[in-house]
């Protein structure tokens, strides 16, 4: 079910994971952010900031997480700290949360 809503994946290997992150850099009007497992210091998942209209101060906020951590604090915390820096540091008046 994690791949119903995405653009992309499953990957058949983790090369072919490599290659779609390394692809991540070619899209400048997207900015993505790794989301790291404080505890253990692994990365988790991936969130990112798309459909940015600096404009009219709003922004999309998508991502997804390994199954280990769906439905665990890990996306509560992610979203909450991408939230206040949209409104408190960017100043963005508009988020439209992506979620499958």
Not at 15 to 30: A, D, I, M, N, V
Not at 64 to 77: C, L, S, V
Request: net charge positive; glycine share 6%.
């Amino acid at each position: 079910m994690l791949w119903k809503y995405l653009f992309t994946g499953p990957y058949k290997d983790k090369e072919e994971f490599r290659t779609y992150l390394k692809g991540l850099e070619e899209h400048p009007e997207r900015v993505y952010f790794t989301v790291i497992d404080k505890p253990s210091q692994q990365p988790i998942g991936i969130i990112l900031y798309l459909n940015i209209d600096p404009l009219m101060h709003r922004l999309e906020m998508g991502g997804w997480y390994t199954p280990k951590f769906h439905r665990t604090y890990a996306n509560t915390e992610t979203c909450y700290l991408m939230l206040k820096h949209a409104f408190e540091v960017l100043h963005y008046r508009r988020v439209e949360w992506r979620c499958g």
